[in-house]
């Protein structure tokens, strides 16, 4: 049975991922819906490729030069938020990939949730803005999700065959982005033309800046408190930058099991859209000849703070995380527009989870009315 495939967030990297697993597995998927927010272009000339029933575009504006192309093919054309949602619930779709960037992932992947889908999540935001709120309504609903990140899918996969079996903690991998080793003073004055140069993988603006802040780990290891039920205490960051090893997971006796791979995201993809299945795949195979030494560090959480602060925003529960989430994504934006500095992002971060209204118990309304709080405060810091 092929399975019938919805993508939220086609256009970036993850997406055209995606289809390049679906364009190289004919016989497994169907692709029925996909969406971008700005992207028109590359939508329209997906779309003709791959014929899938339905078609959104986020920004409004853009929606006739979208609807114009398609609409003789017969293919469908939404707009906005509320067609993100509808292609998230459709009665016909099996999996909903969620690739979309940051808090904007939250309302359509509740959509998903609501309906009963299997959601192969590369929207970390979800569970570090809502993540309580999301494992409720999972359980509420049936729901299940499957983890899309490299580091979430290598624990996900270590994890296979050991129900039962009591996690004693987990290890999440760092390559060290593009700034590993370096000092305050070195990133004072580092553009982001240097911080977009990931030396291993290769991702949209936004996760790459991330990355290269450690704030991305710093999600990543929300995420896995939500994914996996963990404390804070069962979760470590080691920096390993040959991003050979994924993750690794240490069970009660003291053994470790390790997911190991060449860096490629579309494994992961694939691995999450077809489990509880492998395929067979012609993706380059790791030579252990070639990598004769594979290292490890303790990450420098005095110098890329956001690590750090994305502990204490993990430990302390409640909406703090999703300040975090928020005042991070307005830092990043203002880095990348030239307006801060590398380091003030986490300076940033850090004034909004001192200054934004914590709540110890959120609901929907509470994580929405934080979130666009949040943003006001840190445009007000940064101007």
Not at 342 to 363: G, R, T, Y
Request: with cysteine.
């Amino acid at each position: 049975m092929k399975k019938t495939i919805s993508i939220l967030g086609s256009t970036g990297s993850i997406g055209t991922q995606a289809l390049e697993v679906i364009a190289a597995n004919p016989e497994q998927f169907v692709l029925e819906a996909i969406s971008a927010y700005n992207n028109a272009d590359l939508l329209i000339q997906q779309a003709l490729q791959f014929k899938p029933n339905v078609v959104v575009i986020g920004n409004d504006d853009k929606y006739e030069q979208v609807f114009e192309a398609l609409d003789p093919h017969d293919i469908k054309v939404f707009a906005g938020e509320s067609g993100l949602c509808h292609i998230a619930e459709i009665e016909a779709v099996d999996i909903v990939l969620t690739a979309l960037v940051g808090y904007a992932g939250l309302k359509p992947t509740v959509h998903a949730i609501k309906a009963g889908k299997v959601i192969a999540l590369a929207n970390k935001e979800t569970l570090v803005v809502a993540g309580e709120l999301i494992t409720e309504l999972t359980q509420e609903y049936k729901a299940t999700i499957l983890p899309v990140d490299s580091e979430h899918s290598a624990i996900f996969q270590c994890l296979t065959g050991e129900v039962g079996n009591p996690i004693e903690k987990i290890i999440l991998t760092a390559s060290g982005g593009p700034f590993r080793g370096k000092d305050k003073a070195f990133l004072q004055s580092v553009k982001k033309e240097a911080a977009l140069k990931h030396p291993n993988w290769e991702m949209g603006a936004k996760i790459t800046i991330d990355s290269a802040s450690l704030m991305n780990k710093g999600l990543e290891v929300i995420e896995a408190k939500w994914l996996f039920g963990l404390t804070a205490d069962q979760i470590e960051v080691i920096v390993h930058p040959q991003s050979i090893i994924h993750s690794m997971v240490q069970f009660e006796d003291g053994s470790i099991k390790a997911q190991m791979g060449l860096p490629d995201m579309k494994l992961p993809i694939q691995y999450a859209m077809t489990y509880p299945d492998r395929i067979k795949t012609t993706f380059p195979r790791f030579d252990f000849t070639e990598y004769p030494s594979l290292t490890f560090e303790k990450p420098d959480v005095e110098t890329f703070r956001n690590l750090a602060l994305s502990f204490a925003a993990m430990k302390q529960g409640g909406n703090l995380p999703c300040i975090l989430n928020a005042a991070n994504e307005i830092a990043v934006s203002e880095f990348l527009n030239d307006r801060i500095g590398f380091l003030e992002m986490s300076d940033v971060v850090e004034k909004c989870m001192d200054k934004v209204s914590f709540i110890a118990h959120p609901n929907m309304e509470d994580y929405v009315e934080t979130d666009k709080e949040t943003r006001k405060i840190a445009l007000d810091i940064i101007s």
